[in-house]
């Protein structure tokens, strides 16, 4: 596989192990394609995996699990439309398969339907009340919908089912970030020993302790941060957006350049994207790239003029550039 979505391939291990442990194979049945298709996954085919899960689908065989099984498939090949029709399926099929709301809600949050994306996961709640996962996921969302009370809330509960978990240890950290109750230093230390004791495949582990390096103004370890982050999750936007950010500040106009347009390509709705992208543009003397993005930016969030305009006028003064009076 050229590119190693391991966000996706996380929930991809899940539903095979998930649906392995239902699945059963009667003497003289047709051939297990669904089998076939989680053989070729493994092998980095995800086309061959594709395959087989249709030819399972086409047959009936365990077709709910079928359609979760090639919609993540699909997302690994970042075909998110067909990823989310194929989940949307599942559900249809089978309304108490947890692992479809999980990856239906992942890539709706990616379309940043985020509404739907919190229907899913209240959805798995409903059906797995301990579900730590879900306690988590749900409070990510509603910390990006500004809800930072019932993040919290959420994130304790999680702690309380299992506060020696990963998942546990995980939900405390971030409760402390959002309380902004400990130094920044202390975070970073808490992130460093997630990271060693169980969270090195996990991209949000890098990308908070990324934005903790960036605040403190290490921007070498930020970079490291941000760069590990999009190995391990090529989609996430603001990753992008940061490591944009940090490469500007570094001095790489074109790197920055580059990343934000790579955000804004994932996620066109990124008003940042749009403006920083303009801002380094105005640094290289690009100001009719520059006024585009300016533009665009403010046509998707018009309340970001104050912070846009201090930006402008920041990145004029360091070209010697005066507004007219």
Known sequence: MDVKII????????????????????????????????QQNAKGNIDAAIDSYTKAIELGQHIAQ????RGAAYNLKREEDKALSDATSAITL??????????????????NDLAGALSDIERVLALSPGSQRALIKHAELKKIMGEDGAAVSDLQMAVDIDPKSQLGRCAAVAIRVIRGDVRADEVVADLDALIENGFKNVPEAYFHRGTV???????????????????LDPRNAFAWLHRGSVRQAKGDTQGAIDDYSRAIEINPELAWGWGNRGVTRLLIGDTIGAQ??????LEIDASLKPLLDAKIRLAKEKLGVKDPP
């Open 7 to 38: 966000k996706t391939l996380a929930i991809f291990v899940l539903l095979l192990i998930a649906v392995s442990a239902n699945l059963a194979q009667a003497p003289g049945a047709p051939p297990d394609y669904i089998k076939n298709g989680n």
């Open 94 to 111: 089978d309304a108490s398969l947890v692992e479809a709301y999980f990856l239906r809600a992942e890539l709706r949050q990616s379309k």
């Open 292 to 297: 585009k993005d300016f533009d665009r930016c």
């Open 213 to 231: 390096h960036l605040h403190l103004g290490h921007l070498d370890e930020a970079l490291a941060d941000f760069t590990k982050t999009l190995q």
């Open 66 to 69: 079928a359609y979760l099984l």
